[in-house]
């Protein structure tokens, strides 16, 4: 019944992206004037004279390509509480997400916004439960940020784009979720986690969604570390034990009134808990570490589906099956933007198989032409409508779980450790990703003795925990381990640089390699402490 009335209230956006197969230009056109429709008028609309705009070609002489931070004042007096900044249409809240420096992105949520990115995702559902009609017999566990967590100074709640999605489905969906509301709000995260898994235990879970695989393999390894007081739980039917004890009296009460007595499973791998049919994550870029591993955690080969290139500014693509390499794009919702190595833009009917491209949009929500820094792979077409595959950030980031670290935020957080664990001068370092069941940010330091290594690392991750909000909520949900610190010889760098002179690079334009955003950097770092 759920699936019948969700393709019911769908129709016209499925005909309309089927339309679109063949007339992307004209789906794209259609999105970009109802944009226009609500940005021109408003602050920025005036200052870009966006009356002048009306067609795709118009939009790349429009305005420059822009950042976040770019985009900053525009976006703080939103977050002050004025209106009619980007958009005429009222700012519902902020979604929050990591930036570039320690301070959080907040992006404007609009209804018409919130709009597009529900029919990306109902389209997405359905063909999801068309291809395994067998998930309908149970129900679906998703993990997710709480949807607002605070208010800004004007007053606008500010929460999670993942929480909000999770809010706004049908009564119907939200019909198969067997986790209270009340357990994604709960503080601290290992409290949240806990009384997760007592409700999810009860329950039949045939689908598990989240957007990181990283995400179910923590739940994995929590299942297990926590098996003899939540097999107490289950066995009273209630919800007083493990990390349940810190729950306050009232809260407990209105918890357990949803549970009930259960016998714990023998195996608490969720393949064998639940007659799990399919997985729900991303697959693309840095996840692809983690969903190899899952298989042998959950138990089980169940199905492993992309969810789509996502995030907190929109929903850009959708696949249309397990084994697709990638999503086809949505043309129905943000006008998109493709810029290629000769960094003019494009757009989707003008791109090719095998071309990489970073992903410029405009949406909604009044992001007019904002650059999302994502890499994606053409990997295919269907008909006009490209098929994206997503590889990773663009620029220099530390991205294993979508902590999305920089090297502002590395050098910060380590000359804040340097002061703190009392080192003198340290000469050079080098963080990358030390890639393992848990990853964590692993630094080469060059100046620090071996006893000072590890007071320093616990220095440095305590401070790019204050950097990075992303990073600070994976280091608390257990998604990214300790930050290590590896001392390397003396000279180190300096012969670092000396390659990298003798390989042609300018003297005078050398960067100290403050990331090491792949094995081969890693590898040369490596290589010249000897």
């Known amino acids: 019944m759920a699936y019948r009335l969700l393709r019911a209230g769908q129709r016209r956006t499925i005909s309309s992206f089927l339309a679109a197969r063949s007339d992307l230009r004209g789906a794209q056109q259609a999105r970009l004037e109802r944009i226009l429709s609500q940005m021109r008028g408003t602050d920025f609309g005036r200052a870009h004279d966006l009356s002048r705009v009306r067609t795709l070609d118009d939009l790349a002489h429009s305005a420059p390509i822009r950042s976040y931070a770019d985009l900053q004042p525009w976006f703080d007096r939103i977050i002050e509480g004025q209106s009619q900044v980007l958009t005429r249409e009222p700012v519902r ?29 109902a389209i997405w559902v359905l063909r999801m439960v068309a291809d395994h009609p067998e998930i309908r017999d149970g129900q679906a566990l998703t993990v997710v940020s709480p949807e607002v967590h605070s208010h800004s100074v004007g007053g606008l709640p500010i929460g999670s784009n993942t929480g909000r999605m999770h809010a706004r489905q049908p009564w119907f969906v939200r019909a198969r979720y067997p986790i209270p509301d009340a357990v994604y709000a709960l503080k601290p995260s290992v409290l949240k986690w806990y009384a997760l898994l007592r409700f999810a235990l009860q329950a039949k879970i045939t689908t598990i969604t989240t957007a990181n695989p990283s995400t179910i393999l923590l739940m994995c390894r929590l299942l297990e570390q926590w098996r003899l007081p939540l097999s107490r739980d289950l066995e009273a039917g209630t919800l007083r034990h493990g990390p349940a004890r810190r729950l306050g009296r009232l809260e407990r009460f209105r918890l357990e009134r949803g549970l009930r007595r259960v016998a714990p499973p023998a195996d608490f791998r969720p393949g064998r808990i639940w007659p799990l049919k399919l997985v729900n994550c991303w697959k693309g870029g840095p996840a692809g570490y983690f969903t190899s591993r899952l298989p042998e955690a959950l138990g089980t080969r169940a199905p492993i589906r992309e969810v789509g290139i996502t995030a907190s500014e929109g929903y850009f693509a959708l696949p249309l099956g397990d084994d697709w390499p990638g999503g086809v794009m949505w043309p129905l919702g943000h006008v998109l933007e493709f810029i290629g190595d000769d960094g003019k833009p494009r757009f989707g009917w003008q791109l090719e198989t095998g071309e990489r491209v970073r992903l410029v949009i405009t949406t909604e929500a009044g992001l007019y032409r904002y650059d999302l820094a994502d890499d994606l792979l053409v990997v295919g077409h269907s008909g006009q409508l490209p098929v994206l595959r997503f590889v990773g950030k663009t620029g220099r980031w530390l991205n294993a779980t979508g902590e999305k670290v920089t090297e502002v935020q590395v050098s910060t957080a380590m000359h804040r450790a340097v002061h703190a664990a009392g080192v003198s001068t340290i000469a050079g370092f080098s963080a990358h990703t030390a890639w393992a069941e848990v990853p964590c940010v692993e630094v080469a330091v060059e100046g620090v003795s071996a006893a000072q290594a590890a007071t320093l690392a616990a220095v440095f991750d305590a401070a790019l925990r204050g950097e990075n909000i992303e990073y600070d909520a994976k280091r608390e949900s257990g998604r990214l381990a300790s930050a290590r610190v590896v001392v390397v010889p003396d000279g180190t760098f300096v012969r670092w640089r000396a390659a990298r002179v003798a390989d042609g690079a300018p003297d005078g334009q050398v960067k100290d390699p403050i990331l090491s955003t792949s094995d081969e950097e890693w590898s040369r770092v490596m290589a010249a402490c000897s």
């Open 93 to 121: 809240m902020l979604l929050e997400t990591s930036g570039t420096t320690g301070r959080p992105k907040l992006l404007p949520c609009t209804r018409s916004w919130e709009q597009s990115v529900s029919a990306a995702q």
